[in-house]
Nanobody, 119 residues
Framework: QVQLVESGGGLVQAGGSLRLSCAASTRTFSMYHMGWFRQAPGKEREFVASITRIGDNTNYADSVKGRFTISRDNAKNTVYLQMNSLKPEDTAVYYC????????????WGQGTQVTVSS
């Protein structure tokens, strides 16, 4: 069982930055690929970014490429999402998720953290 706890959300003006963190309660954090997803009001949850278990590969949604950076620190069991040049359309609840490296689906999810970008 993996518990994920996100933090770092808040209210920021357009053009500003936020850094989200997701702490995982597992001794085998390095066995999990990690991802960030978001869900805006009235919309389906969407993929934002992912990182492989040792951090050697990352992927991003087109809407955040060049503005967001995902990273991880396996010694701290934590994955991060640095969000720069924020736009009002980035407003959403952001979730981190964990996927065991042999599996194709994310099996563990955090409770989410709200990010609100004002114009």
């Amino acid at each position: 069982q993996v518990q994920l706890v996100e933090s770092g959300g808040g209210l920021v003006q357009a053009g500003g930055s936020l850094r989200l963190s997701c702490a995982a309660s597992t001794r085998t954090f390095s066995m999990y690929h990690m991802g960030w997803f978001r869900q805006a009001p009235g919309k389906e949850r969407e993929f934002v970014a992912s990182i492989t278990r040792i951090g050697d590969n990352t992927n991003y949604a087109d809407s955040v490429k060049g503005r967001f950076t995902i990273s991880r620190d396996n010694a701290k069991n934590t994955v991060y999402l640095q969000m720069n040049s924020l736009k009002p359309e980035d407003t959403a609840v952001y979730y981190c998720a964990a996927r065991y490296y042999t599996l194709s689906r994310y099996g563990y999810w955090g409770q989410g953290t709200q990010v609100t970008v004002s114009s």
